[in-house]
Nanobody, 122 residues
């Protein structure tokens, strides 16, 4: 069964950091682009970052540029999202999903998992 599992969320104070992990199960991750998306209460799901499979190019939403870093470790079938300088508006459920990543748009082509909750609050 092809599955991506998110972990690493939690409660953090404003200005703090978290690293989210996305683990692949049932398939090899290196041939897939992976996107991180988030959904805050009462809001639509939005793209946060995406990393391509071909050359590892990375893309970010304007709201997280300079604060978040996406990376992948194909040997471990893992993708990470390092989140620094967190703000209350980053509070959301974060999801990873297979996707086609481009400079102007990201196309989701996989199934959504359970996500991991990130709460930024003092």
């Amino acid at each position: 069964q092809v599955q991506l599992v998110e972990s690493g969320g939690g409660l953090v104070q404003p200005g703090g950091s978290l690293r989210l992990s996305c683990a692949a199960s049932g398939f090899t991750l290196d041939t897939y682009g992976i996107g991180w998306f988030r959904q805050a209460p009462g809001k639509e799901r939005e793209g946060v970052s995406c990393i391509s499979s071909s050359d590892g190019s990375t893309y970010y939403a304007d709201s997280v540029k300079g604060r978040f870093t996406i990376s992948r470790d194909n040997a471990k079938d893992m993708v990470y999202l390092q989140m620094n300088s967190l703000k209350p508006e980053d509070t959301a459920v974060y999801y990873c999903v297979t996707a086609s990543c481009g400079p102007s748009s990201w196309y989701v082509d996989g199934d959504w998992g359970q996500g991991t909750q990130v709460t930024v609050s003092s």
